[in-house]
């Protein structure tokens, strides 16, 4: 931001929390602590100086969530709820697993603390963050009536042939997904994805997009944009391990493989499907009505700005769209 040293000058924090501030608002590997530094702060100077901060407070769950929300809706990298990954169970926030965390919320706890020492802490950490807003252009309003099975199925091979390391891939199966279950009233049902670059073991997953009912995976697709036999070999255990019914491998190449992907599916002991990613993204195109097909590009916007860390995959999405006319057009008037 332009006016960041102008904005902070009069309230910039001292050199004795400044160095622990730097320290947590610049670790992008832990980002519950900065955001919780931000609410901690907060509950501060809304209670002036009255709350013990270096304990998580009554409400500071839902003040968490809040502000994952608001910064992911800035195009902020953020954690959806600080709190449910540093003090799910517990109140004391100091424990020692960051340093310099635990030293700003003590230095903010001591009484001898001024309004305008802390205030400064606050600001300083605000701008800090907000100077990590990524330029992503914003999603463009879609005109459902040209939303049609050809159109976004064009969009989609468009999207597909494009190099993205499979993010278009991952995620747009995601959101069609998303999008049908939300179309049939499935409200038991969910779809979530992994961020782009992690590996299942890394998030936990049974496969890059996984259909889940409470706690519970009923299905799970791993998609991939490199050749679908790299999946084979791991495709066992992850059935085992996950308890699963089958596995979904969805990729490109695959219809090229002809009855030779039959053969070899015929000598495997466990149920896996293997489609060509286009032709599986099509049939759920064909399934949604137009407004589910805004949902789905919709969710799709989302998935891409917050799941992957690359601003031009995103921006590339909001200009196919407006290549292929499927946005709302502004009428100037004569």
Known sequence: MDNTAEWVADLAPGADVLAN????????????????????????????????????????????GWLGNYLAGKHIRAVKDAFQNIGKNTENLTRGNFKEFDQILQWGADPSRSFAEVEGAFRYACVKIAANARPILPMPELDRGRLTFGRVSDLISHLFATPS????????IAALLHALIEQQGETQYRV????????????????DVQIVVGNRVVEAIEVTANDWTEKLPSAGKTIRDNDLGRLTI??????????????????????????????FAFSIVSSLTRPGRANALKRLYELLDRNQPKVEIVNQFVA???????????????
């Open 21 to 64: 501030l730097d320290a947590v608002l610049s670790n992008q590997s832990m980002m519950s602590y900065r955001d919780a530094v931000v609410v901690q702060l907060a509950f501060w100077l809304a209670n002036n100086g009255n709350a013990d901060i270096t304990q998580r407070l009554s409400g500071g769950r839902s003040v968490s």
């Open 165 to 172: 390391g499979g993010a278009y891939e991952q995620f747009g």
């Open 192 to 207: 979530e994805t992994k961020n782009l670059n992690a590996s299942d073991r890394s998030s936990r997953s049974a496969g």
């Open 250 to 279: 969805v990729a490109a190449g695959v219809d090229a493989a002809g009855k030779a992907l039959l053969d070899k599916l015929n000598t495997l002991d466990f149920d896996l499907s293997v489609l060509e990613v286009k032709g």
């Open 320 to 334: 196919l769209i407006k290549q292929l006319e499927l946005h709302e057009k502004l009428i100037k008037p004569h």
